[in-house]
C-alpha cells in the first residue's frame, strides 16, 4: 500500500482525446470517486476527468474530514451509512492509506429543544441500524473529560447525543487514492482543462468545449460542487442551488490532547484534533452566497469564541491558519444524485457540507447509474425531480456544519 | 474584513447587523412554473447580483443592492 509518504505521488501524462464513452466534470473527491467506481466495478474505462486547476482544489482539499452516518432522515442515514461502511476498507480497496480512523462524534445540547431534536435523531438512527446514543453530563464526561459542562458559565450542557463510528480520513490521501486507482485502471485525469460549454443536441447531451478542444461523450456529468449551477446551466439546466463559504481554521500543532469530534448543536461549533496534532474547528455557512473563497476575520473570532466554551483549553492554543471553500447548497439540504432533464447529462451536485463524506457512495452509486440505465434504490430519492414532485428530504438540522 | 453593507438610511454597517434575503427574483407571470422557479431555481450568479438585506439591527427596513459575488464588492 503507498500513501501520501511516497515523494512522488503522480499522475500518468495522457494526451487529451476528442471522444470518451464518459466525460466527468470536476477533479474533486466525488468525480474522482465516480471515475474509479465506473472502471473498478463496471469496467468502463474510457473515461475523462477534466478539471480546470488541479485535483482536490476545490471543497476536496478544503475540508474538515468529518466521515458519520447520524443524519436525520430515513432517506440520508441508510446513504452515509453505506459511505461510511466503504471507507473503512477503502485503503485497502484503493492500495492507497487515507488515514481512516473511527474515534466518534460527541455533538453536545444546551437547550432542550435541541436535546429533542438529538433524542429523534437517535431514535431514527437505531431504528435504521446507525448507534447514536443519548448521554447525560456524567457520561459526557467520560467520553470527553475536556468538555466544561457549564458551557463558560454562559450555556449550561444538559445532554448529548454520541455516535461511535463518527470518523475521519484524510482529504488529499481520499482524494489522490481515487485518482490514483482511476488512472491505473486507464482513466485519463485531466488538469488544467476548463469546461467551457456543454453541447446538446435535441435534448441529447452529446459532449463538452474545453479550453483544450471540444471533446465528445456518450454520458457527461457535472461534479462541479459550487460551480454547479453554471455547469449546469450550460446544458440548459437550472439546479436548485446557491453557493456559500464555508470556513475552518486550525491552530500550531499540539500533541494528542482531543480524540474524536466535539462539537456543539446551540453554537453550530465543532473541533477535532488532526494526525498532525492541529485543533481544528469549523462553524456554519457564510448567511450570504459567495464564490469568494476568502475567510473572514469574523469567523476565526466567532469559531475561536465558541470552541472555548465548550473546550476551555481552546483558549490556549494558537491559531495558525484559516481557510474557506464553496458550498453548493440545497433547498433540503439534502445532495442532488442522477439524470436531468438533457439525456446522457447527470449531477453530481448538491454536495454542500456532506459531500466529502459521501464521496464513496455517491461516486459508486452514480457508476451503477451511468452503467446500467437505472437509479440504485438508495440515491432515487435523491433525484433532481424531487423538488418539482414536492418530495424533498429535509436535512437541514444535521447538514448545517459539516 | 468584515463585509460592510451601505445602507441608505443608516451608512456603511457590517453584514453582521442584516438579515441576507437572498437574490432578487422578479415575479415573470402569474403561474405555477414561474412560481417554482422564483422558490426554487435561482440564477446564482457568479458576478454582479441585485439581491435583498433587511437591516435587522438597524433601521429595520429591506434594501436592494447590487453585490458582486465573486468579490463580494457592495453598491
Ligand atoms: C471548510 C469546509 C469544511 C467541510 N467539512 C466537511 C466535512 O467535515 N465532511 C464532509 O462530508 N464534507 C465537508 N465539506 C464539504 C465537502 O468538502 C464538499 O462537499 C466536497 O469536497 C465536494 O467535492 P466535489 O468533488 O463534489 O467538489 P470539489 O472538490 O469542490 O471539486 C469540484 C472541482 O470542479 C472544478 N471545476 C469547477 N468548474 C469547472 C469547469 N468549468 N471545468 C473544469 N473543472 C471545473 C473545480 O476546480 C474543483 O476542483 C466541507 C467543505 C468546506 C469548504
Ligand atoms: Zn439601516
Known amino acids: 500500500m503507498t ?280 462553524a456554519e455557512i457564510v448567511p450570504y452566497s459567495t464564490f469568494s473563497t476568502r475567510s473572514t476575520f469574523e469567523f476565526l473570532s466567532e469559531a475561536a469564541r465558541r470552541s472555548i466554551l465548550i473546550l476551555p483549553f481552546m483558549a490556549e492554543a494558537r491559531a495558525m491558519r484559516q481557510w474557506g471553500g464553496s458550498c453548493d447548497m440545497t433547498p433540503d439540504s439534502s445532495p442532488i444524485l442522477g439524470p436531468t432533464p438533457v439525456d446522457a447529462f447527470s449531477v453530481m451536485a448538491g454536495m454542500g457540507t456532506w459531500g466529502f463524506k459521501g464521496a464513496p457512495i455517491f461516486g459508486a452509486t452514480m457508476a451503477d447509474s451511468i452503467a446500467t440505465g437505472r437509479v440504485p434504490d438508495l440515491i432515487a430519492p435523491f433525484a433532481l425531480s424531487r423538488f418539482r414532485e414536492d418530495r424533498m428530504v429535509p436535512d437541514a438540522a444535521s447538514a448545517g456544519t459539516h | 474584513m468584515a463585509l460592510k453593507v451601505p445602507c441608505p438610511n443608516c451608512g456603511w454597517r457590517p453584514s453582521t447587523e442584516f438579515a441576507w434575503g437572498g437574490e432578487l427574483r422578479a415575479i415573470d407571470a402569474p403561474d405555477a412554473e414561474s412560481d417554482f422557479a422564483r422558490v426554487f431555481l435561482p440564477a446564482n450568479v457568479a458576478g454582479p447580483q441585485e439581491e435583498r438585506w433587511f437591516h435587522l439591527l438597524g433601521c429595520r427596513r429591506w434594501l436592494t443592492m447590487t453585490r458582486d459575488t465573486t468579490t463580494n464588492e457592495l453598491g
Open chain 1, 3 to 282: 500513501g501520501l509518504l511516497r515523494h512522488r505521488t503522480y499522475l500518468p501524462a495522457r494526451e487529451l482525446r476528442r471522444a470518451y464513452d464518459v466525460v466527468i466534470v470536476g477533479g474533486g473527491v466525488n468525480g474522482l470517486s465516480l471515475a474509479y467506481h465506473l472502471a473498478a466495478e463496471h469496467g468502463i474505462r474510457d473515461v475523462a476527468v477534466l478539471e480546470r486547476a488541479y485535483i482536490g482544489s476545490g471543497g476536496s482539499g478544503r475540508n474538515t474530514q468529518v466521515l458519520r452516518a447520524n443524519y436525520n432522515t430515513p432517506e440520508t442515514v441508510p446513504l452515509y451509512a453505506a459511505s461510511l461502511a466503504r471507507y473503512r476498507g477503502l485503503s485497502q480497496e484503493l492500495g492507497f492509506n487515507v488515514q481512516f480512523s473511527t474515534e466518534g462524534e460527541l455533538d453536545l445540547c444546551h437547550t432542550e429543544d435541541s436535546l429533542q431534536v438529538e433524542r429523534e435523531k437517535s431514535a431514527l438512527n437505531r431504528a435504521l441500524g446507525v448507534q447514536t446514543d443519548i448521554l447525560g453530563p456524567d457520561e459526557i464526561l467520560e467520553v470527553c473529560p475536556l468538555v466544561d459542562l457549564s458551557g463558560g458559565g454562559e450555556l449550561p450542557v444538559i445532554g448529548a447525543s454520541y455516535h461511535p463510528p463518527g470518523s475521519f480520513a484524510r482529504h488529499d490521501a481520499v482524494v489522490w487514492g481515487f485518482a490514483q486507482a482511476a488512472a491505473r485502471r486507464g482513466v485519463d485525469i485531466h488538469q488544467g482543462v476548463v469546461v467551457t460549454g456543454v453541447q446538446v443536441d435535441d435534448h441529447t447531451c452529446v459532449g463538452v468545449e474545453t479550453s483544450a478542444g471540444p471533446v465528445s461523450a456518450g454520458h457527461v456529468v457535472s461534479a462541479v460542487a459550487g460551480w454547479s449551477t453554471q455547469l449546469a446551466a450550460m446544458a440548459g439546466v437550472r439546479l436548485p442551488i446557491v453557493t456559500h463559504l464555508l470556513q475552518a481554521f486550525v491552530t500550531e500543532p499540539y500533541r494528542p490532547v482531543l480524540r474524536g469530534l466535539v462539537s456543539s448543536m446551540d453554537l453550530t461549533i465543532y473541533v477535532s484534533q488532526t494526525t498532525r496534532g492541529e485543533l481544528l474547528a469549523g
